[in-house]
């Protein structure tokens, strides 16, 4: 049996960044919405009470605020004639659950991509020639500039009261900033974080380097910060326990700790949790969505009509609701048609572990999500690609999170994981392990996609979302060439010894270690229906009042976390929908 | 000695550790501290709920070499790890519960596809116990319980480095689960049974539920001046 609820003008499939961006656009253009989100309310009060938030085991390393994995998974495969497995437990990556979805666990690290990022394949081409792509590489350029988007940014950041420095302003570069970065049209809206010791440290080796390291830019405030909406931030105190949780100090932006404490109070704004959206409805000439069926907390199936459906999901979890309900021709990798689950792509890290002197005291426990230092030098097209013959690039990041006793102490490789030798190398380590890092980008590939898993189900019976996955060369040099100038750096810091965990030629995509929930893909934004899921508005191409806000949009992916790109997307695509589509409803452009 | 119940001596250790205290506050300082060490030679009483009683010594055991007692401080045995892991296996987790556990279950790929089996975390610990007593008893003649230190620690290895087959789940499977949950119990809030008197933040230096740093900011390469506190407010 089915319940049918009211009509609503917007309904918003998941809550968090962008379904709370939404809500708030589309609530603010007079519109009934309606935000569907499969997982409970949890907010600063409920989930991040102090002191029960300081609790590792229940958060990080249970992952209480991740998604349940016993209900609903993804499989893994590396190659297309690979039979996939499910991912059993936590590991290479951790979706969220609930209200602020991983918007809420996240860290805060609140990038820009850089200009040329956002035109990948027309930059390369134009720079070193079309041959210098590889022909497997699937790369496209974002159908919309930085200038574009350059407004959304720094509302997103306005919004989320990041913390930074900028490097470049109208085209003026700023001492202390990142001078790689698109320009900016105005300063970050609160001054950095402070350096913990060990940002203090690598700094100083990366300018005796020879390069200019700047604060990432955190959404973590640095200061009591209120927001353009009137929402207040607290200051964040470095606590250490920031990803996997929600923040008590009111520091770190969420959906929550920004938006929400505005939008829940607005008449014409319902959030409903606990209901897990099944499928997007459409009327019989499948060019119209009517709406969307979900499943209650009860087990009962309810439709939701609506005039616009915008799915503002996880970018696994949006594409895998576009293939349950047949929306758009699902990619074939054997012929390179369809569009939908095309272009999967994720990002590569390495790092070194460098030994400081036995006298050194970084007092590891003391970290913020975001904070710390980069050097860009060796990001995006920010170098000479031609000599080194790979695409990418990466940041080279100091970026202390923590020194949570389970997760974040190690030893050094070759001792003993156990016995009185691993008990003294853990004490001894502890206090002077400084980690060098990469983030760095991976390009998409005809062979990288996602598509339904035909074997293994969700626990409402429907197939669960396969991504086909490994390293392809061309990121395996980046990486392999950013890790050497990273071991410059931690020689730099004058170590007692260092170890470095590159990613060496052949190394297989490894599903079991966390490494980074930045998916992106599936989903792609383009110019045109043959090669993209949706247009420059983030506008599906065969279901025009079909949204799809989110990392399912990046036709590959770069070497900055995505939330910046995500915030931006949704509010440029929010000002399109209540300046031209709500007048005029039809596609935005045209095919 | 059972583990599971105090003695006489330790019970008198911990009621005089606190008359002498409260009665003269210019002696508590050393008083408690003495109190403390006292404390952590065992770990407090605690009556296993899933292990029985061979499953408790394995248990017991296994603790005392993976994280031993030495002169860095109480291991795994003391701060209570055993009560931990007999806990956790009464939770979800524990139950599986966490974890995808439809099948088809394909264990031959590459381990680089994570966790393939449908064994959930007691019945890794049931059956992995049962084969390492099992094995322990047909080459040595004694459960692994009863086994000298040298001979209990190479019976350890041989599970860690896969050189033991045999049995109802792979040996190095076992392992890696017990020794993963040994370090969350000796590591995480003693509110979970384990990690008694911050024994494992002790050692490391860790300062527990403080989570406020934002004044030791100021202070770089000084090491942080305060002890752990735990979630229930325990600061010893």
Same mark, same amino acid.
């Given at each position: 049996?089915?319940?049918?609820?009211?009509?609503?003008?917007?309904?918003?499939?998941?809550?968090?960044?962008?379904?709370?961006?939404?809500?708030?656009?589309?609530?603010?253009?007079?519109?009934?919405?309606?935000?569907?989100?499969?997982?409970?309310?949890?907010?600063?009060?409920?989930?991040?009470?102090?002191?029960?938030?300081?609790?590792?085991?229940?958060?990080?390393?249970?992952?209480?605020?991740?998604?349940?994995?016993?209900?609903?998974?993804?499989?893994?495969?590396?190659?297309?004639?690979?039979?996939?497995?499910?991912?059993?437990?936590?590991?290479?990556?951790?979706?969220?659950?609930?209200?602020?979805?991983?918007?809420?666990?996240?860290?805060?690290?609140?990038?820009?991509?850089?200009?040329?990022?956002?035109?990948?394949?027309?930059?390369?081409?134009?720079?070193?020639?079309?041959?210098?792509?590889?022909?497997?590489?699937?790369?496209?350029?974002?159908?919309?500039?930085?200038?574009?988007?350059?407004?959304?940014?720094?509302?997103?950041?306005?919004?989320?009261?990041?913390?930074?420095?900028?490097?470049?302003?109208?085209?003026?570069?700023?001492?202390?900033?990142?001078?790689?970065?698109?320009?900016?049209?105005?300063?970050?809206?609160?001054?950095?974080?402070?350096?913990?010791?060990?940002?203090?440290?690598?700094?100083?080796?990366?300018?005796?380097?020879?390069?200019?390291?700047?604060?990432?830019?955190?959404?973590?405030?640095?200061?009591?910060?209120?927001?353009?909406?009137?929402?207040?931030?607290?200051?964040?105190?470095?606590?250490?326990?920031?990803?996997?949780?929600?923040?008590?100090?009111?520091?770190?932006?969420?959906?929550?700790?920004?938006?929400?404490?505005?939008?829940?109070?607005?008449?014409?704004?319902?959030?409903?949790?606990?209901?897990?959206?099944?499928?997007?409805?459409?009327?019989?000439?499948?060019?119209?969505?009517?709406?969307?069926?979900?499943?209650?907390?009860?087990?009962?199936?309810?439709?939701?009509?609506?005039?616009?459906?915008?799915?503002?999901?996880?970018?696994?979890?949006?594409?895998?609701?576009?293939?349950?309900?047949?929306?758009?021709?699902?990619?074939?990798?054997?012929?390179?048609?369809?569009?939908?689950?095309?272009?999967?792509?994720?990002?590569?890290?390495?790092?070194?572990?460098?030994?400081?002197?036995?006298?050194?005291?970084?007092?590891?426990?003391?970290?913020?999500?975001?904070?710390?230092?980069?050097?860009?030098?060796?990001?995006?097209?920010?170098?000479?690609?031609?000599?080194?013959?790979?695409?990418?690039?990466?940041?080279?990041?100091?970026?202390?999170?923590?020194?949570?006793?389970?997760?974040?102490?190690?030893?050094?490789?070759?001792?003993?994981?156990?016995?009185?030798?691993?008990?003294?190398?853990?004490?001894?380590?502890?206090?002077?392990?400084?980690?060098?890092?990469?983030?760095?980008?991976?390009?998409?590939?005809?062979?990288?996609?996602?598509?339904?898993?035909?074997?293994?189900?969700?626990?409402?019976?429907?197939?669960?979302?396969?991504?086909?996955?490994?390293?392809?060369?061309?990121?395996?040099?980046?990486?392999?060439?950013?890790?050497?100038?990273?071991?410059?750096?931690?020689?730099?810091?004058?170590?007692?010894?260092?170890?470095?965990?590159?990613?060496?030629?052949?190394?297989?995509?490894?599903?079991?270690?966390?490494?980074?929930?930045?998916?992106?893909?599936?989903?792609?934004?383009?110019?045109?229906?043959?090669?993209?899921?949706?247009?420059?508005?983030?506008?599906?191409?065969?279901?025009?009042?079909?949204?799809?806000?989110?990392?399912?949009?990046?036709?590959?992916?770069?070497?900055?976390?995505?939330?910046?790109?995500?915030?931006?997307?949704?509010?440029?695509?929010?000002?399109?929908?209540?300046?031209?589509?709500?007048?005029?409803?039809?596609?935005?452009?045209?095919? | 000695?059972?583990?599971?119940?105090?003695?006489?001596?330790?019970?008198?250790?911990?009621?005089?550790?606190?008359?002498?205290?409260?009665?003269?506050?210019?002696?508590?300082?050393?008083?408690?501290?003495?109190?403390?060490?006292?404390?952590?030679?065992? /770990?407090?009483?605690?009556?296993?709920?899933?292990?029985?009683?061979?499953?408790?010594?394995?248990?017991?055991?296994?603790?005392?070499?993976?994280?031993?007692?030495?002169?860095?401080?109480?291991?795994?045995?003391?701060?209570?790890?055993?009560?931990?892991?007999?806990?956790?296996?009464?939770?979800?987790?524990?139950?599986?519960?966490?974890?995808?556990?439809?099948? /088809?279950?394909?264990?031959?790929?590459?381990?680089?596809?994570?966790?393939?089996?449908?064994?959930?975390?007691?019945?890794?610990?049931?059956?992995?116990?049962?084969?390492?007593?099992?094995?322990?008893?047909?080459?040595?003649?004694?459960?692994?319980?009863?086994?000298?230190?040298?001979?209990?620690?190479?019976?350890?290895?041989?599970?860690?480095?896969?050189?033991?087959?045999?049995?109802?789940?792979? /040996?190095?499977?076992?392992?890696?689960?017990?020794?993963?949950?040994?370090?969350?119990?000796?590591?995480?809030?003693?509110?979970?049974?384990?990690?008694?008197?911050?024994?494992?933040?002790?050692?490391?230096?860790?300062?527990?539920?403080?989570?406020?740093?934002?004044?030791?900011?100021?202070?770089?390469?000084?090491?942080?001046?305060?002890? /752990?506190?735990?979630?229930?407010?325990?600061?010893?």
């Amino acid at each position: 049996m089915t319940t049918r609820k009211k009509p609503v003008d917007v309904v918003l499939v998941g809550f968090g960044w962008t379904g709370a961006i939404m809500a708030m656009e589309m609530t603010e253009a007079g519109l009934n919405v309606v935000a569907l989100e499969r997982g409970d309310m949890q907010d600063t009060a409920t989930a991040a009470i102090y002191p029960r938030v300081i609790d590792e085991l229940a958060y990080s390393i249970r992952g209480k605020l991740f998604q349940d994995l016993s209900k609903e998974t993804v499989t893994f495969r590396h190659r297309p004639d690979d039979v996939a497995v499910p991912y059993r437990q936590q590991g290479a990556i951790l979706l969220g659950n609930g209200v602020g979805g991983a918007g809420f666990h996240w860290n805060g690290l609140t990038w820009r991509p850089l200009p040329s990022d956002l035109k990948l394949r027309s930059h390369y081409t134009e720079r070193y020639g079309a041959r210098f792509i590889p022909v497997d590489m699937t790369i496209a350029d974002f159908p919309v500039a930085y200038a574009d988007l350059e407004p959304f940014f720094t509302q997103f950041e306005n919004v989320a009261g990041v913390s930074g420095k900028a490097g470049n302003i109208g085209g003026r570069i700023m001492a202390g900033g990142n001078r790689f970065e698109g320009p900016r049209s105005s300063e970050y809206p609160l001054p950095p974080l402070k350096n913990v010791y060990g940002d203090t440290v690598f700094a100083q080796a990366a300018e005796d380097s020879g390069y200019q390291p700047f604060s990432i830019p955190a959404a973590n405030a640095s200061q009591p910060y209120t927001n353009p909406y009137g929402v207040r931030m607290g200051p964040c105190n470095f606590c250490g326990f920031c990803e996997g949780y929600g923040c008590y100090m009111y520091a770190k932006a969420s959906p929550q700790s920004t938006i929400l404490p505005v939008l829940i109070m607005r008449p014409n704004f319902e959030l409903r949790t606990r209901a897990h959206v099944t499928r997007v409805n459409l009327d019989a000439s499948r060019r119209q969505a009517t709406g969307v069926t979900y499943v209650d907390a009860q087990g009962t199936q309810v439709e939701q009509p609506a005039r616009i459906v915008i799915l503002t999901a996880f970018q696994l979890h949006n594409v895998r609701l576009l293939l349950l309900s047949g929306i758009g021709t699902p990619y074939d990798p054997a012929t390179g048609h369809g569009v939908v689950g095309k272009n999967f792509a994720y990002q590569m890290l390495s790092s070194v572990n460098v030994a400081l002197p036995a006298s050194t005291e970084i007092n590891p426990f003391i970290g913020s999500g975001a904070g710390g230092k980069s050097i860009d030098d060796f990001n995006g097209d920010n170098f000479d690609h031609g000599p080194v013959g790979f695409l990418g690039g990466s940041g080279i990041v100091h970026h202390r999170t923590g020194g949570r006793p389970i997760g974040q102490s190690a030893v050094p490789k070759g001792v003993p994981a156990w016995g009185s030798e691993w008990k003294r190398s853990v004490q001894q380590t502890y206090h002077r392990t400084l980690t060098i890092g990469t983030q760095g980008s991976v390009m998409s590939y005809r062979d990288a996609y996602l598509s339904l898993d035909p074997t293994y189900r969700d626990s409402f019976g429907q197939p669960l979302l396969r991504i086909t996955f490994d390293w392809h060369d061309n990121d395996l040099k980046m990486c392999d060439f950013v890790t050497r100038k990273a071991e410059a750096i931690a020689q730099a810091t004058k170590p007692t010894s260092y170890q470095t965990n590159p990613k060496k030629p052949g190394t297989r995509f490894d599903t079991r270690i966390y490494q980074s929930t930045h998916t992106t893909g599936g989903a792609i934004m383009g110019t045109t229906p043959a090669n993209s899921v949706v247009n420059r508005y983030l506008q599906s191409w065969d279901v025009h009042n079909l949204f799809v806000t989110g990392a399912s949009a990046f036709p590959q992916n770069f070497g900055y976390n995505p939330t910046g790109l995500v915030g931006a997307l949704s509010y440029w695509a929010a000002k399109a929908i209540r300046s031209e589509y709500l007048r005029d409803p039809r596609p935005m452009v045209d095919a | 000695m059972s583990i599971d119940k105090p003695g006489r001596r330790q019970f008198l250790q911990r009621a005089g550790a606190l008359i002498p205290a409260a009665g003269s506050l210019h002696d508590a300082v050393p008083i408690i501290a003495r109190a403390a060490e006292a404390r952590q030679v065992s /770990p407090r009483p605690y009556s296993p709920v899933f292990f029985d009683a061979s499953e408790w010594r394995f248990v017991q055991r296994a603790c005392s070499l993976l994280i031993p007692n030495d002169a860095l401080g109480p291991g795994a045995l003391e701060a209570g790890v055993p009560e931990f892991l007999d806990r956790q296996m009464e939770t979800a987790y524990g139950h599986g519960g966490l974890w995808y556990s439809h099948g /088809p279950f394909v264990t031959d790929g590459l381990p680089e596809m994570g966790y393939q089996y449908r064994f959930t975390p007691r019945e890794i610990y049931r059956n992995g116990i049962r084969d390492g007593d099992n094995a322990c008893r047909s080459t040595q003649g004694a459960p692994f319980a009863d086994l000298p230190v040298a001979v209990a620690v190479a019976f350890l290895k041989s599970l860690e480095s896969g050189k033991a087959t045999g049995g109802t789940l792979p /040996p190095r499977l076992f392992f890696e689960q017990l020794l993963k949950n040994t370090r969350e119990g000796y590591f995480a809030d003693p509110l979970y049974g384990g990690n008694q008197h911050m024994a494992g933040w002790k050692l490391l230096g860790f300062p527990g539920a403080r989570a406020d740093f934002a004044d030791w900011i100021d202070h770089p390469n000084e090491r942080y001046p305060v002890g /752990p506190v735990s979630i229930n407010g325990d600061r010893n």
